[in-house]
């Protein structure tokens, strides 16, 4: 095992490069940020790509940026056989970080598992197949993978995923969403921006949105969206051959649903092939009072 310890005061940015295995980080009330870096498998080439990797505190500008790359050595092949303990793709490893509460995010992997407990910055990720899991990201977060599940639990600025197979997962969002996905299924509890999603075979749930221009496609997934009890919203939705149905009043022409001239607008734009089209009053969601 590498094991490291860096004063970390001011701005921190964590960048990170593990082929795959594990990645586990926690943010704490400290300014200390701590590295543990260890072969899952007892492996001799793996032991090997550990104790070569970089593990670095780098000054910049007037915070650190704390670097682990996880690399094989020039000339060094790691071949792996499928198997229940084994990943296929990449040399297992487990890294471990503890740091301040608010540091920014920068993950490059294969194949390896993200668990983010705590608050961040900004969140920039990239994976092939790695399941990711976010508690609270304060700015902006781009994710972009090819079939790993992405669940977070609060981002405070907009969120932009690009899946293959993977699902999204989001708790509350307060700024804008843009997801892309392919089979993979869209689901958000509390949506406070703009959104613009496309997927082709799976399904969008927003449980309930506040404001914004909301432009949601899909070739044969479902769409369900929620509007929250106090805004204002223009519906435009249209389906090929899928059944459209709504707790708002429709018609052949977007309309708008009475409110007061300032409570917040949604404009839903909604298209799909086969998929059906539900539109709902988002269940609890909190009644908007006038304000004095």
């Known amino acids: 095992m590498r094991s490291e310890t860096y004063a970390t005061p001011g701005p921190l940015r964590l960048n990170l490069e593990i082929p795959a295995g594990e990645i586990e980080i926690e943010t704490e009330n400290t ?6 870096l260890e072969a899952i498998a007892n492996n001799d080439a793996i032991r090997d790509l550990v104790e070569n ?5 780098v000054r910049l500008g007037d915070g650190h940026e704390v670097v682990v790359e996880a690399k094989s050595r020039p000339g060094v092949w790691i071949s792996f056989s499928r198997g229940p303990d084994i990943r296929f793709g990449g040399p297992d490893v487990r890294l471990r970080i503890t740091c301040p509460h608010g540091a920014d995010l920068e993950v490059r992997t294969k194949s390896a ?9 900004t969140v920039d990720l990239k994976t092939a197949s790695g399941d990711i899991q976010i508690d609270k990201a304060k700015g902006a977060t781009r994710i972009k993978t090819a079939s790993g599940d992405v669940h977070i639990a609060e981002v405070a600025s907009s969120l932009e995923v690009q899946s293959v197979s993977g699902d999204l997962h989001a708790g509350s969002v307060q700024g804008d969403i ?11 509890r509390d949506a406070g921006g703009s959104i613009s999603t496309n997927t082709v075979s799976g399904d969008q749930r927003f449980e309930a949105v506040r404001e914004g221009r909301v432009e949601l496609k899909a070739i044969s997934g479902d769409v369900m969206v929620g509007v929250r009890t106090g805004s204002r919203v223009y519906v435009d939705a249209n389906t090929v051959s899928g059944s459209t149905s709504s707790e708002l009043e429709l018609s052949d022409a977007p309309v708008h649903e ?3 001239e300032d409570a917040p607008l949604v404009e839903l734009f909604v298209k799909t092939v086969s998929g059906d089209v539900r539109i709902e009053r988002a269940l609890g969601a909190v009644e908007l009072t006038e304000q004095p």
């Not at 300014?31 to 543990?36: A, K, P």
């Not at 990797?53 to 505190?57: A, K, N, Y």
């Not at 997801?179 to 958000?188: E, F, K, N, P, Y």
Request: aromatic share 2%; net charge negative; proline share 0%.
């Open 31 to 36: 300014n200390e940020t701590h590295v543990e």
């Open 53 to 57: 990797s970089r593990i670095e505190l």
């Open 113 to 121: 598992d993200l668990r983010a407990r705590g608050e961040y910055g």
């Open 178 to 188: 843009r997801a892309q996905l392919v089979s993979g299924d869209v689901h958000v």
């Open 258 to 260: 009475t409110q007061a």
